[in-house]
C-alpha cells in the first residue's frame, strides 16, 4: 500500500537544469531516508543522492556541487535539483524510500517506476 509516484523528467540541453520530484503515499508510519538512484542502457543501477531523516546527505562524486538533494517531511516528498546538466546525466532516475508501515517493524525499501532524464543538444 506504498506508492512512490516520481515527476519532473524529460529533455533538457547540456547546461540545463531539472527538478525532479518523488512522493511517497500509503499507510506511512516513518521514512529513514530517500534518495534517488539512476540506471543507463547498459550499466548497473547507481545511487545518486540520499537525505536522511536528520538531513544528513550523500552524493555521487560525480553530482557534488551540481545536484542538490531536498526534502520535505510533512509531505513525504523528496526533491533532486539538478543544474549544469551533462550528456552523461541521462538515465533512468528511480526515487527509492526506506520506510515503515508498522509501528514495530522493520525498515523496507520501496522505488519508483522511474522517470526518463535525456540530457542532449
Known amino acids: 500500500q506504498v506508492q512512490l509516484v516520481e515527476s519532473g523528467g524529460g529533455l533538457v540541453q547540456p547546461g540545463g537544469s531539472l527538478r525532479l520530484s518523488c512522493a511517497a503515499s500509503g499507510s506511512i508510519v516513518s521514512i529513514n531516508d530517500m534518495g534517488w538512484y539512476r540506471q543507463a542502457p547498459g550499466e548497473e543501477r547507481e545511487l545518486v543522492a540520499q537525505?536522511?531523516?536528520?538531513?544528513?546527505?550523500n552524493y555521487a562524486d560525480s553530482v557534488k556541487g551540481r545536484f542538490t538533494i531536498s526534502r520535505d517531511n510533512a509531505k513525504n516528498t523528496v526533491y533532486l535539483q539538478m543544474n549544469s546538466l551533462k550528456p552523461e546525466d541521462t538515465a533512468v532516475y528511480y526515487c527509492?524510500?526506506?520506510?515503515?508501515?508498522?509501528?514495530?517493524?522493520?525498515?523496507?525499501?520501496?522505488w519508483g517506476q522511474g522517470t526518463q532524464v535525456t540530457v542532449s543538444s
Open positions: 537525505i536522511f531523516s536528520v538531513g544528513y546527505t
Open positions: 527509492s524510500a526506506n520506510l515503515r508501515t508498522m509501528s514495530w517493524g522493520p525498515n523496507q525499501r520501496y
